[in-house]
T-cell receptor, first 113, second 112 residues
Framework: GNSVTQMEGPVTLSEEAFLTINCTYT??????LFWYVQYPGEGLQLLLK?????DKGSNKGFEATYRKETTSFHLEKGSVQVSDSAVYFC????????????FGTGTSLTVIP | DTAVSQTPKYLVTQMGNDKSIKCEQN?????MYWYKQDSKKFLKIMFS???????INETVPNRFSPKSPDKAHLNLHINSLELGDSAVYFC???????????FGEGSWLTVV
C-alpha cells in the first residue's frame, strides 16, 4: 500500500542553520509528492510539490527533489529563520489508488534566534 | 476573500451534545474533505466528496455525518460528542482528486 514516512521531531535549530527533513515514500505507481507547512494556529498550506521523478520543487528558499531511485523527497533549506518555525508534512497522491492523499506524521521545527 | 472557510473556529461543548461545523470554499473546486488532527499533529482523513458524492469514508464512528448540499459546501455534524472527539477538524478542497489540497484554518473542538 501507499505510505509516507518522515523523520521524527521535534527539530530545534539556530537561526541561519541548514535544515533537512527526511521523507521517504511507498507507492504502487508514480505518485505526486508534496510538502505542506502548518504555522501555529493555522491550517496546512502547500509549500512545494513535484509531480515526476527528478523534478525539484522550490518555494520560499525551501526545496525538495523527487528521487525515484531512493523513493525520497527530502526537504532542505540553506538558512532557516525564526519565522520558519512550524510543522512540516510530507504527502503523496497516487493515481493508482484513486488519487487519495497520504500524509506523513509531521515534523515540528523550532528555530531559535 | 478566504478560499476555504470553516465555522466556528473554536467550539467548547459538553459530552453528549450534538454540534455542526460548516465549511465553504470559493475556489470552484469539485472535491472537498474533512480531516481530523489530534494533539500530536497526526492528520487523518475522515471523508471526501467529489461533486457532492461521497468517495472516501474512512473508519469513523457513525456519530459523524457529513453533508454536502452543493459542490461549494461540506458540513460535518457530530452526534453524542465524546471526550475523544476533542481535536482540530480541517475542511479542505481540491480540483479533482490527487491535485493540491487547500485547507481551511481549522475548527478547534473541545469536549468537556
Amino acid at each position: 500500500g501507499n505510505s509516507v514516512t518522515q523523520m521524527e521531531g521535534p527539530v530545534t535549530l539556530s537561526e541561519e542553520a541548514f535544515l533537512t527533513i527526511n521523507c521517504t515514500y511507498t507507492a504502487t505507481g508514480y505518485p505526486s509528492l508534496f510538502w505542506y507547512v502548518q504555522y501555529p494556529g493555522e491550517g496546512l498550506q502547500l509549500l512545494l510539490k513535484a509531480t515526476k521523478a527528478d523534478d525539484k520543487g522550490s518555494n520560499k528558499g525551501f526545496e525538495a527533489t523527487y528521487r525515484k531511485e531512493t523513493t525520497s523527497f527530502h526537504l532542505e533549506k540553506g538558512s532557516v529563520q525564526v519565522s520558519d518555525s512550524a510543522v512540516y508534512f510530507c504527502a503523496l497522491s497516487d493515481q493508482n489508488t484513486g488519487n487519495q492523499f497520504y500524509f506523513g506524521t509531521g515534523t515540528s521545527l523550532t528555530v531559535i534566534p | 476573500d478566504t478560499a476555504v472557510s470553516q465555522t466556528p473556529k473554536y467550539l467548547v461543548t459538553q459530552m453528549g451534545n450534538d454540534k455542526s461545523i460548516k465549511c465553504e470554499q470559493n475556489l470552484g473546486h469539485d472535491t472537498m474533505y474533512w480531516y481530523k488532527q489530534d494533539s500530536k499533529k497526526f492528520l487523518k482523513i475522515m471523508f471526501s466528496y467529489n461533486n457532492k458524492e461521497l468517495i472516501i469514508n474512512e473508519t469513523v464512528p457513525n456519530r459523524f455525518s457529513p453533508k454536502s448540499p452543493d459542490k461549494a459546501h461540506l458540513n460535518l455534524h457530530i452526534n453524542s460528542l465524546e471526550l475523544g472527539d476533542s481535536a482540530v477538524y480541517f475542511c479542505a478542497s481540491s480540483l479533482g482528486t490527487g491535485n493540491t489540497i487547500y485547507f481551511g484554518e481549522g475548527s478547534w473542538l473541545t469536549v468537556v
